[in-house]
């Protein structure tokens, strides 16, 4: 039975966030975006069945990572830009819009640091409700980066095993960040889509907002040898991905 992507949001928040603490389980720098320093969260609403993250860190986050505030977590990014020259910070590994309090404190702390802030999220809980939109809107510097799973309802149940809904929550959350005014952009995992669905997500983003066509990725697996393993577990196939070694450059 599909579940809801939104109550199963709220359940992961219970064990990845405290007060204004949430949990990480590493900081690093990583190539993407030529050079971002980056947080990764643990726990996410979604299963998907072509994640890179591991089961243990996106499943069961009571018994991973470590609890941060917003400060230290600040403190720990900048270090991580400073130390090799960038100015790119972000947000990945499970959902970072979970702890909505200690995302928005984050972003108070870095105001006046002169990075770009890039923020990976699902959409979901942004989608849910309209509110979250509008509590960005205040930080110029900020990114949103939507990941869409799949080209349309069907799809997205597939690949997430949650109900439909969650895909139309997606395309909200692009909506209510553009209505906000917040930077942002759909960014389509396309491995398991037909062009001609593609097409019509791309049509349907640009009957919605016509501004985000100039900003549409398309995303595609890239085979590491833990998401093979996802992937064969849940007998999943693909149209198009990448093998580790040959990401071409104008991807990263
Ligand atoms: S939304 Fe992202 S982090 Fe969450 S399960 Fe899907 S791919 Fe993994």
């Not at 603490?21 to 971002?36: A, E, N, S, V």
């Not at 990572?65 to 230290?72: Q, R, V």
């Not at 979250?132 to 809107?137: G, K, M, P």
């Amino acid at each position: 039975m599909a579940y809801d992507p939104v109550a199963r949001h709220r359940v992961i928040e219970k064990n990845a966030v405290r007060g204004k603490l949430r949990k990480y389980y590493r900081f690093r720098t990583d190539r993407w975006y030529g050079g971002i320093a980056t947080g990764d969260c643990v726990g996410c609403g979604l299963i998907c069945k072509f994640c890179w993250v591991r089961d243990s860190i996106l499943l069961t986050p009571q018994g991973q990572g470590k609890f941060y505030d917003p400060h230290e977590v600040a403190r720990k990014l900048l270090s991580k830009a400073r130390k090799k020259g960038i100015k790119q910070l972000r947000l990945s590994g499970g959902e970072p819009t979970v702890g909505r309090s200690h995302l928005l404190r984050l972003l108070d702390n870095l105001r006046w640091e002169g990075h770009l802030f890039i923020l990976e999220t699902n959409g979901i809980l942004i989608g849910s409700d309209k509110s979250y939109a509008r509590d960005l809107a205040p930080f110029p510097f900020l990114h949103v980066r939507v990941s869409i799973k799949g080209c349309d309802r069907d799809e997205f149940t597939m690949l997430t095993g949650s109900n439909g809904d969650g895909f139309e929550l997606q395309l909200r959350a692009l909506e209510y960040l553009c209505n906000a005014g917040v930077g942002c952009n759909p960014a389509v995992m396309t491995s398991f889509s037909s062009p001609k669905k593609l097409e019509r997500l791309r049509r349907r983003i640009f009957a919605m907002v016509p501004s985000l066509m100039e900003e549409f990725e398309e995303e595609e697996l890239i085979l590491y040898p833990h998401v093979l393993d996802r992937l064969n577990r849940f007998n999943l196939s693909y149209r198009r991905a990448f093998q580790p070694g040959s990401v071409p450059p104008e991807t990263e």
